[in-house]
């Protein structure tokens, strides 16, 4: 699958007003860089928003609009 259809993926997903971890990006899409089409939506003008999580000694950020 393309970096672009995978930016897709990702903006169609979060357009509808769900976050998206790591986690769930590897499962439903078989993304596993999620940071790299973060960034490249971010330079594209998308104004996402990341907020990071905790749990014990593991963390990861949570993507939104």
Same mark, same amino acid.
């Given at each position: 699958m393309s970096k672009? =259809? *995978?930016?897709? *993926?990702v903006l169609k997903w979060l357009e509808s007003g769900q976050t998206l971890t790591q986690f769930q990006a590897a499962s439903y899409f078989s993304i596993y860089r999620l940071g790299?089409? +973060?960034y490249d939506?971010? *330079?594209?003008?998308?104004? +996402?928003?990341?907020e990071l999580q905790f749990d014990g000694s593991k963390h990861? =950020?949570?993507? =939104?609009f």
């Open positions: 672009e =259809s *995978q930016n897709k *993926q790299a089409r +973060i939506l971010k *330079q594209a003008g998308y104004p +996402i928003k990341s990861w =950020s949570q993507y =939104s």
